[in-house]
């Protein structure tokens, strides 16, 4: 089939595919595609380079967490997320894999705690590196920096005042390897501050 051409709008109930055949065998080979599913918004995939030419406009996610436990998936990449239960959240991130470098999760701290706030890795086996600046915003000049030793911390525990559970923290994990969530965290605690990481 050659060149088509429309003047009025296309439209598909099921997305688009653009395909390559194989001359040989026949077979096709997915180049990319538009998945117009409701529930996700529409999702582009590409398997090859994407070059844009004019201006862009991306808006990230904000998802706020209400349950007492809540499973982040690799597809969030790039979300932030709203601690916004008193009583406490646990947050498992998704297991570390050889390809998953470069994924990017932002916490904030929406609600002061009154139960531990815990981010917890995917696998024992995936640990923090990075820091955690703590501050007591009562008292000038009261700041301490902790710092994951790597060896067997794969959480990130808010249980307690000390440990920064004040609302209006903030905690950014990227995934730097196979291995390592990397923490970048500005928290604020009273008294006499503590490692969030266990």
Request: charged content about 10%; glycine content about 12%.
């Amino acid at each position: 089939m050659g060149t088509t051409t429309f003047t009025g709008a296309v439209r598909s109930e099921n997305g688009f595919i653009d395909v390559t055949k194989n001359t040989t065998t026949g077979a096709y080979t997915t180049n990319s595609t538009y998945n117009n599913d409701a529930t996700i918004g529409g999702n582009v995939t590409i398997a090859g380079t994407l070059a844009v030419t004019g201006a862009t406009t991306g808006i990230k996610s904000v998802v706020t967490i209400t349950d007492a436990t809540y499973a982040v998936t690799a597809a969030q990449s790039g979300t932030t997320f709203i601690l916004s239960r008193a009583a406490g959240i646990v947050v498992t991130l998704p297991e570390l894999t050889a390809a998953a470098s470069g994924e990017q999760y932002t916490f904030i701290v929406g609600t002061t705690f009154t139960g531990a706030g815990q981010i917890n890795t995917g696998a024992t086996a995936d640990l923090y590196s990075g820091f955690a600046i703590l501050s007591d915003p009562a008292t000038a000049g009261d700041t301490n920096t902790f710092i994951p030793d790597q060896s067997n911390d794969d959480t990130i525990d808010l249980g307690a005042v000390e440990q920064g559970w004040l609302s209006g923290g903030q905690i950014t994990l990227t995934a730097q390897s196979a291995t390592r969530w990397h923490c970048a965290a500005f928290l604020l605690g009273d008294a006499t501050l503590a490692t969030p990481f266990e």
